[in-house]
């Protein structure tokens, strides 16, 4: 295997063009039952945490929002047959009680599976726009804790950058605790989820 500075090294070879590339790759594979985790983790291994952070957080927005609008359009029959899992169905339930809430929530949970929460979030009635807000604010301290730690596994040893990936997996834990606690808004509720309640 080869060393993570050698990667840092290889990567610098291959000019201005490869973040590019890779970040393409990203937003496309993680639209895909892929680990989103796995390209996060390098993305702070090759970039740092700067450049790390903003192509994972822009990659992973693309997928996402990509992913509901797809989904929605042309791959509901196709979609549905395989979320018939308890996660998924937990997920589905979640979604379908508390909308925007409940994609917030659940892109701060790091363990919630990424491809999964965009599939069940396009087939229930969470509106684009909520979605989109709650994907990024949900989104955004989870990466940035896994950036920080590709980093650091490059031997950089900011502690502020150290600091910072505590705090943010922190914020994820305490989602899940906060999230466990929420009272769950009762069917219909559409003030409360901010579904559509024509699209139902």
């Known amino acids: 295997m080869p060393s993570i500075d050698w990667v840092r090294e290889w990567r610098l070879s291959l000019g201005p063009w490869f973040p590019w590339l890779f970040f ?11 680990p989103r985790s796995a390209f996060t983790v390098m993305s702070g ?20 929002v990509t992913s509901l609008v797809l989904v929605r359009r042309y791959g509901r029959e196709r979609i549905q047959p395989y979320l018939r899992t308890p996660v998924a169905r937990g997920i589905e339930s979640r979604l379908s009680r508390r909308g925007w809430l409940a994609v917030g929530s659940l892109r701060l949970i790091a363990a919630c599976p990424f491809s999964l929460a965009n599939y069940c979030s396009a087939l229930s009635s969470v509106r ?14 989870g990466t940035a804790a896994v950036v920080f730690l590709g980093d650091a596994l490059t031997g950089s040893r900011n502690p502020w950058l150290l600091a910072l990936t505590v705090f943010f997996f922190s ?7 906060l999230d466990a606690k929420m009272p769950v808004p009762a069917e219909g509720d559409s003030a409360t989820t901010g579904a559509d309640p024509r699209t139902r």
């Open 24 to 34: 393409t790759a990203y937003a496309v594979v993680t639209m895909f039952p892929f």
């Open 45 to 64: 291994v090759l970039f740092g945490p700067v450049v790390g952070f903003v192509g994972a957080l822009t990659a992973s927005m693309i997928a996402a």
């Open 128 to 141: 684009l726009v909520p979605y989109t807000v709650a994907t990024l604010i949900g989104m955004a301290p």
């Open 171 to 177: 914020l994820g834990i305490v989602g899940l605790v």
